[in-house]
T-cell receptor
């Protein structure tokens, strides 16, 4: 399967701990997105990258959240000092985007975070 | 900011009947509208999308209609089958700049046998 890969699939952590998730996009995709999804809701936009550049970050995202895509390939999402409200499914998606040519988003299976 | 409203939140239809899910968007510059299907415990998957240069697109039992003036678009599923049971999300974005895609809150569709 050459789709979007996310690790780990599940993460249980205690409140106050830091966690880091990884996303490997489809290899030819230059855009990478992070979304958060809670039960009964649609994916909520967090941030996205074009190659290694972070182009936008949601205003709703606190300073405890940071994302990187250092070489324009895989990305990491770190949450510092986790809170119970951070419990959610964290979805990564990728797409190919070039002037006049865009592909739809392809999602990974997500990382389910539970903060106890 | 940009917003996508979706309704109904739940929908139950008899197998073989049609299902319609409706969405409205706030950003008048939006010109790309994908629909995703998410089965329990699985990733969202694209089922159909439409750009604002057309008013309707059809793919077998699935169709999407777009009313740019009203900033409204809908998903139509005909001859529903048990495997259509899932959560469906509409979304909107500016295709030309391929900016972030904003999703609706989802519709849980149940097909009654």
């Amino acid at each position: 399967d050459t789709g979007v890969s996310q690790n780990p699939r599940h993460k249980i952590t205690k409140r106050g701990q830091n966690v880091t998730f990884r996303c490997d996009p489809i290899s030819e995709h230059n855009r990478l997105y992070w979304y958060r999804q809670t039960l009964g809701q649609g994916p909520e936009f967090l941030t996205y990258f074009q190659n290694e550049a972070q182009l936008e970050k949601s205003r709703l995202l606190s300073d405890r959240f940071s994302a990187e895509r250092p070489k324009g390939s895989f990305s990491t999402l770190e949450i510092q000092r986790t809170e119970q409200g951070d419990s959610a499914m964290y979805l990564c998606a990728s797409s190919f985007n070039r002037a006049g040519e865009n592909s739809p988003l392809h999602f990974g299976n997500g990382t389910r975070l539970t903060v106890t | 900011g940009e917003n996508v409203e979706q309704h109904p939140s739940t929908l139950s239809v008899q197998e073989g009947d049609s299902a319609v899910i409706k969405c409205t968007y706030s950003d008048s510059a939006s010109n790309y509208f994908p629909w995703y299907k998410q089965e329990l415990g699985k990733r969202p998957q694209l089922i159909i999308d439409i750009r604002s240069n057309v008013g309707e697109k059809k793919d077998q039992r699935i169709a999407v209609t777009l009313n740019k003036t009203a900033k409204h678009f809908s998903l139509h599923i005909t001859e529903t089958q048990p495997e259509d049971s899932a959560v469906y999300f509409c979304a909107a974005s500016r295709w030309s700049s391929a900016s972030k895609i904003i999703f609706g809150s989802g519709t849980r569709l149940s097909i009654r046998p």
